[in-house]
């Protein structure tokens, strides 16, 4: 019933910039947090960032804090990535994430915390 849609994925050339959007569709949704991570050839899937919708508090992996920008829309339970600085190291697909356990930081950075998964959207930055 309820899928995370994502799109704005593509290739970029490093110092480029992507904006990535999901929204939930399907029916009834809420979230309380909803979020980004990634995974690359080879490697474990990663946080990225997060929101928590009740007050706007972010959260955002060291790798891409101050490059990187999420936000949100509560009402519309749709959330955005910005990208900005993008270097090769950023090529991964993307999985939007929500959850619905609360408004709360525990488990923030963990996949186990998130109810619903997006498909992923490739993301490649060309050197």
């Known amino acids: 019933q309820v899928q995370l849609v994502e799109s704005g994925g593509g290739l970029v050339q490093a110092g480029g910039s992507l904006r990535l959007s999901c929204a939930a569709s399907g029916g009834t949704f809420s979230s309380d947090v909803m979020g980004w991570f990634r995974q690359a050839p080879g490697k474990e899937r990663e946080f990225v960032a997060a929101?928590?919708?009740?007050?706007?508090?972010?959260y955002y992996a060291g790798s891409v804090k101050g490059r990187f920008t999420i936000s949100g829309d509560n009402a519309k339970n749709t959330v955005y990535l910005q990208m900005n600085s993008l270097k090769p190291e950023d090529t991964a697909v993307y999985y939007c994430?929500?959850?619905?356990?609360?408004?709360?930081?525990?488990?923030?950075?963990?996949?186990?915390?998130?109810?619903?998964w997006g498909q992923g959207t490739q993301v490649t930055i060309s050197s």
């Open positions: 929101i928590v919708f009740s007050d706007g508090s972010t």
């Open positions: 994430v929500a959850d619905r356990s609360g408004p709360t930081t525990r488990m923030i950075t963990r996949t186990s915390r998130y109810d619903y």
